[in-house]
């Protein structure tokens, strides 16, 4: 079929395919003129086809545009856009530059990518990242749709597509390590495991050579195509391999039970700072894209990457929104977490608004209003916003709950009333009377900071191999190392810090609010002090699936620990644990060693509650203690007085060896019904039954 040109139209935005050819949309302000190039190949240092777009016949306000016939799925393709370059003012533009579609859904980088390339003057169309048409009705999705499982029965897996299956312990389809098909392959280890949704860390196609010397960029918090999957993690090597592979895995975890969240990032990109390169936003309308100072001079930089995304400008709104809608109807993704959310609540000059309108167009969005929206409410220019942010649909990653649970743990003073409140789903921090406890995220370790091995066995950050001096990475981690710095011998140590793990994830699972783990974790996988390792695309940073064997015992109190919690309803309430002089269900009761008595003294490092469920034929008690020296706890009757004839059961004690640490109902044994003598630096768990 013969290639042809003509005006095209305005709408949509990003290449759309017809069945005559395809219409190309994009956005440009400021510039002279711009081309639609055409490649047959990711590796072409020249295009196929060039189109000039005239201004008159090709542009609509600033919305540029050509309707080419016979092309379709499948072409590679990238923008070129001259006019004026004031680095002064602003204005980046460069022709020689070829350009990413924003709205791409699918790149091709060329196997010679280059950053340098597109930084340096001179063309980079051979070195350059292609944009994929993609006709996306040619997916089979089999009758496949979003899961809806609501927060109060999820439990949340946070892990790394490729590091998922990228070490050479696990036993993958060879073709499909590192890869979106191999999160397939392991997908009956998810299943064990207990977790109902996974949240990928960043998918949308980022550029991996954005890191110090000649590290990769791992994490993948440097997009530069946010609607189109990560061509890396994809196993074949056709241009549309990516977009088809990652829907493969999406309608596979949905047939397995499993939601899959995104990790999107729409508070910087790749292009950086006034150094960086030219990949796509700044050589269409840089003004526009990103926050600007200095009458243009200078990029605004609160996400500590040396850009911020303009999030709040109209352009920029449609395209997060659009962004949105296009993972949840083509990709059928079931929710997002959004990196430094709290950015996204600046206006154009980077001051805090009361009603942000991404924010709240997000929220209030009929189109996403049954996907999950998690906030992390903060940003890198210190706005924290865990408990305030905007909005009566927001999960938030709860900061807070992470350093209180840590605090206690570890031992420190003064902490013992503020878990408490961590514990019953945050009520001093999410003070909305409507609010379901379960838009906390509860988390100790996420992939910001030290493993759950590593919170026990280090006082101190070691990222020496990120290679920038041990300065980056949190400084305060309330971490302590059980007595010896990194890996040791010794067997009271080693003791210690099994015990103190198994604290960490049964306060997890017995607080209220959605539980997070961080992948790895039930098989307490190391990072070797490393609470950076954004650059580090090794073993530093994968899952040794030698572990399973290794940890089998820790795994199995995992398995048993969130297979208990999960089959109760008390755990899965929509409405916050309510104590004797409050209203709702079910009640929650504080103790201390004596009945009714809770310590909240500045040097108290211990607790008990009780919670009680009549409806649920539901009644628990648990005990903990971060004293190092054992406690002994009264005990309430286990009788309630709807169900008589009843006694306690130790589902959970930490101090004891595998298999009694945690163990289902109906092998758990009875205990004393007048008292508990819980061991120092232990977690106990208590069920009545008859």
Known sequence: MTIEASPGWSYPLGATVYPEGVNFVFFARGCDGAELLLFDEPDDAEPSHAFPLDRKRNRNFYYWHIFVSGIGHGQLYGYRVDGPYRPQEGLLFDGDKLLVDPYARSVAPSSAYSRTAAANPGRNWGQAIKSVVVDMDRYDWEGDHQLDRPFAETVIYEMHVRGFTQHPSCDVTPDHRGTYLGVVDKIPYLQSLGVTAVELMPVQHFDAQEAPGDLTNYWGYSPIAFFAPHYGYASGDTHLCAIDEFRDMVKALHQAGIEVILDVVFNHTAEAGEDGPTLSFRGLANRTYYMLEDNGAVYADYSGTGNTVNANNSVVRRMVLDCLHHWVAETHVDGFRFDLASIMSRDEQGQLMDNPPILWEIETDPFLAGTKIIAEAWDAAGLYQVGSFIGHRWAEWNGKYRDDVRRFVKGDPGVVKTLSARINGSPDLYTQPDREPNRSINFVTAHDGFT?????????????????????????????????????????????????????????????????????????????????????????????????????????????????TQSLEVFRKRRFWHTPDTNGSPLVLWHGVQLNQPDWSHDSRSLAFELQAPDDDEHLYIILNAYWESLVFELPKADLETYEGRRWYRIVDTALASPNDAQPPEEAPPVDNNSYTAQPRSVVVLLARP
């Open 452 to 564: 759950l091995n590593d919170l026990v066995s280090y006082n101190e950050k070691h990222n020496e191999d990120n290679l920038e001096d041990n300065r980056d990475g949190a400084d305060e981690n309330y971490s302590w190392n059980c007595g010896v710095e990194g890996p040791t011998s010794e067997s009271d140590v080693l003791a210690l810090r099994r015990q103190q793990i198994r604290n960490f994830m049964t306060i997890l699972f017995t607080s209220q609010g959605t539980p997070m783990v961080l992948m790895g974790d039930e098989v307490r996988r190391t990072q070797a002090g490393n609470n950076n390792p954004y650059c580090q695309d090794n073993e530093i940073s994968w899952f040794d699936w030698d572990g399973i064997t290794e940890q089998k015992d820790f795994l199995r109190f995992v398995r048993q620990l969130i297979s208990f």
